[in-house]
């Protein structure tokens, strides 16, 4: 039907042109050549007829697109049934934001120049928070590693289900795109698997040529090519994005980000007045930490990619705060106070830069948020009475005992197999969990590796009842205790059986040699529990291990903690 209009239109053009040059050899009285006017409208007519003919192009290709995701073969494969499922979640990026062709007029020539390669991802939506993270190649230093560590260092299971992280590899290069995907899966395979966090890339098509840029502001052809692109990858990371959930922070791939602060971005929502913003901003550099409305990454995307051109991406978000808010007839005072309404600081600053070589090539940066403040390396706590021993040899004044009295860190040399830590309590306690971490917000990527969480329950007989017999519940380990549980992926985290209740000591048994020194704090939480039965909460605190690097030694750190427990 549409294509009948389209024939029927042309059709009319055609003797619409043949009656203006019968008409024209009349003249007119003006002087002037008397087919004049008449071209004028004739020009005007096939302007709006171009326009009209795009706006049927893009339809036909979102519909041929659409069907060809409808016929993805299956094969009986998980993989296939996965990455279908997504494409035809996700659509085309065209059908979001139709106007792309006429910004970026070269990605008529392939249907799918729009479609986001999906290389690790679950279709994860519905969450509260979607962190997005441009990441490239750089010729220097990657830090992408060590800016998902940070960000997934002290997510709690719950936060951690109502959050998507999406990494988005900005090359068109396949090879370099599977090796960032393969390096994400080999560190964060939980993660991964639980859909927490995605990889995409662009359609090789993605990109315009860059060599026909203008350049302004001064800056070279390599930085305007750097900036323009800089405006399409993030353009590509909203659009992609503005369906997965409720907030959208975009972030950088050069970033460490202070403990809580998921809970410390949704409590500052709900604790604004008003619903007028649209941004908010968790730190003063750049592009890193700011927060949308995923509802709005539509326009905002539209509008970065009608000027992607022109200027940087921090400037053109700062004209949109203009266009919304500023009155042209009023002072600059007036408009600064307009967009103020508009756009909301939180302090102090939850993301840090880190990033020492920018990803434009040859330029080194030394910007830091002086907002930030300097994140803890441990805290305080309040524990219950115990003897404390370990094989670990303590570095300096940072002992096990300042440690579990709250005065420092525990900072143990590199541990060999066998090595242990252990609390041992004078009276039995109930202790219904425990939570250990590798690693601490500066130096994340050191973890602890083979290394058992062991309980000794109070009664001896019942080591004999789950470790023993034909089929034994649990592993058992030297010195009557029972292994519970391990360390994966630099985190130990569990629940103890009510069978083990009451129990005499919690250990830490490596069982290998490592190449890293170990650093452990701690801050647990504890439930007492009183003659008549009844519970009170005692203290509060988290038994907490991280680790430092120094120049010439390889280092650990755990961060741990036993909770809910109580006296007998």
């Known amino acids: 039907m549409r294509l009948t209009h389209v024939k029927l239109g042309c059709l009319l053009a055609s003797v619409f042109l043949s009656l203006t040059w019968f008409t024209a050899y009349n003249g007119n009285d003006k002087g002037e050549p008397p087919y004049v006017p008449k071209m004028i409208q004739l020009y005007e007519r096939l302007l709006a007829a171009e326009s009209r003919g795009e706006l049927v192009y893009r339809e036909l290709s979102s519909l041929l697109t659409s069907l060809r ?74 830090y992408l590693v060590s800016t998902l560590n940070s960000l997934l260092y002290d997510l709690s299971p719950s936060e951690r289900e109502d959050t998507v992280i999406i990494v988005f590899v900005a090359e068109t290069d396949a090879g370099y795109v599977n090796t960032v995907a393969e390096l994400i899966k080999h560190n964060f395979p939980k993660d991964v698997h639980s859909g927490l966090l995605e990889v995409v890339s662009p359609s090789q098509y993605f990109y315009p040529n860059f060599r026909r840029l203008r350049e302004t502001f001064g800056d070279s052809k390599d930085r305007v090519k750097w900036r323009t692109k800089q405006n399409l ?23 460490v980000a202070k403990p809580g602060y998921s809970q410390a971005m949704k409590t500052y929502v709900r604790s604004l007045a008003s619903d007028d913003w649209m941004l908010l901003e968790f730190s003063q550099l750049g592009f890193i930490g700011k927060m949308f409305r995923a509802c709005d990454l539509p326009m905002i995307a539209e509008f970065f990619l009608m000027f992607h051109k022109d200027k940087p991406i921090d400037w053109l978000l700062d004209h949109i705060l203009w266009v919304k808010a500023c009155n042209p007839e009023k002072d600059a005072k007036d408009c600064n ?232």
């Not at 999906?118 to 962190?131: A, P, W």
């Not at 508009?342 to 600053?349: A, C, D, G, Q, V």
């Open 233 to 255: 990858d993030y353009s590509f990371l909203m659009l992609y994005a503005h369906e997965k959930g409720t907030y959208y922070v975009q972030l950088e791939d050069d970033i």
């Open 337 to 568: 106070l307009q967009k103020g309404l508009l756009k909301l600081r939180y302090k102090p600053s939850l993301f840090q830069h880190v990033g020492l070589h920018s990803s434009l090539p040859g330029k080194v940066q030394k910007l830091k948020d002086k907002d930030f403040g300097k994140a803890p390396l441990f805290a305080a706590h309040s524990n219950p009475r115990a003897e404390l021993s370990s094989s670990l040899k303590h570095y300096q004044q940072h002992t096990l005992e300042r440690a579990y009295e709250g005065q420092d860190f525990f900072w143990g040399l590199t541990p060999t197999a066998e090595d242990f830590i252990l609390l041992s309590f004078p009276q039995p306690l109930t202790v219904t969990g425990y939570l250990f971490r590798s690693g601490n917000i500066e130096i994340n990527g050191d973890k602890f590796y083979n290394t058992t969480v062991e309980v000794l329950p109070s009664d001896s007989s019942v080591s004999d009842r789950l470790v023993g017999g034909q089929s034994p519940q649990y592993e058992g380990s030297y010195g009557g205790f029972i292994v519970i549980g391990s360390f994966v992926d630099g985190m130990a985290e569990g629940q103890i059986d009510a069978q083990m209740q009451p129990i005499s000591a919690l250990r830490l048994l490596v069982h290998s040699d490592s190449d890293v020194w170990v650093l452990l704090s701690e801050k647990p939480f504890w439930r007492m529990e009183n003659m008549d039965g009844s519970q009170h909460r005692q203290a509060e605190s988290l038994l907490a291990v991280t680790c430092l690097h120094q120049a010439s030694i390889s280092q650990v750190g755990v961060e741990g903690s036993i909770y809910r427990g109580s006296t007998q």
């Open 69 to 142: 995701n409808l016929t993805i073969p299956n094969n009986n494969s998980s993989t296939n049934v996965t990455e279908g499922l997504i494409k035809r979640r996700l659509g085309l990026l065209s059908s979001r934001l139709p106007n792309a062709y006429l910004y970026l007029p070269h990605l008529r020539d392939h249907a799918d120049s729009l479609n986001p390669n999906v290389v690790l991802g679950k279709g994860r939506t519905g969450v509260s928070l979607v962190l997005g993270i441009p990441t490239v190649k750089r010729q220097k230093q990657s």
